[in-house]
């Protein structure tokens, strides 16, 4: 007789064990879920959806996104006893997505951050919204872990990192969060259409810092449009890219300096310029007020400008 091939039947002992793990891997996740709800908040936006909050500390602190807060006035906070309260803008940061309010609350329950560097690719992560009344979780893993990047407003991010977990209508603005209930970052949208990007904990740090003390983030300025251009070698730039000048602002720093239209900036102090991204490096919030050569191709001669830089309005 032929042997059969059919299904595979799990013996008895067997079964129950797998039926075991999966049982306490389930109520491990729910418990995490249970003691992540408490620093989720909803808030609420004038299109009236809900979208996500978390709570970053006891002085009622709440960092959502900077998408979701369409003006700076006040905003309703649903909070996760179910009581709505109030929270006042504090500032933004549209450059790396962020938005902090202040909520007229007490005793709200901020999440503990992991350490990041024990993140690793492959670790099961759990995305955690309340874009309505009750908290909603959806189960992944951290598919990239990377090195700092600059987003397309020039916005300044550690470290890059995405999650595999789904990002439903309203979890933009929630929390990630690891197997022991850490907050790993905070999920973002406004970077990809195909992944869920997440804000680690080490960036809303430092930008949180500068809100609450600045209300948004400094960040130097020339009063250029530019777009990268390959130069030839036989110039004798140091640089086979630039960026060339397409508009000078009449009221900004390079105006002053004596940039012209044409021009094509080769380097910003001592830093060579290949891309756009590379100019908004080399104008990090510390440069403001310093003066840095700038190197610079005009009608085929490269001469070096001395530059101040200027505070972005």
Known sequence: MAPFRGLYLVPRKEHTMSTGLLQSLSHSLASIVERTAPGIVRVETRRRRGTTG???????HILTTSQAVEHEGRLPIGLPDGRTVSAEFVGRDASTDLALLKAEATGLA???????????VGH????VGRPGRTARATLGMVSTHGEGWRTHAGGRVERYLETDADLPPGFSGGALVDTEGRLVGLLTA??????????????????IASLKEHGGIRRGYLGVGAYPVRLPPHLGTGNEHGLICLSVDPNGPAH?????LGDV??????QPLHGVED?????????????LQ????????VREVPITVGKRS
Not at 124 to 127: E, K, R, S, Y
């Open 190 to 207: 406004a970077f990809s259409r195909t992944a869920a990007v997440v804000i680690a904990t080490d960036t809303l740090t430092r930008v």
């Open 124 to 127: 099961l992560v759990i995305a």
């Open 54 to 60: 978390i709570v970053w500390d006891a002085e009622g």
């Open 256 to 260: 002053d300096a004596g940039l012209l």
């Open 110 to 120: 901020p999440l503990t951050s992991a350490p990041l560097d024990d993140v690793k």
């Open 265 to 270: 900036l080769v380097s910003l102090g001592g």
């Open 294 to 301: 700038v190197r610079v191709l005009r009608a085929g001669e």
């Open 279 to 291: 100019l908004l490096g080399a104008l990090s919030d510390e440069k403001v007020g310093t003066t």
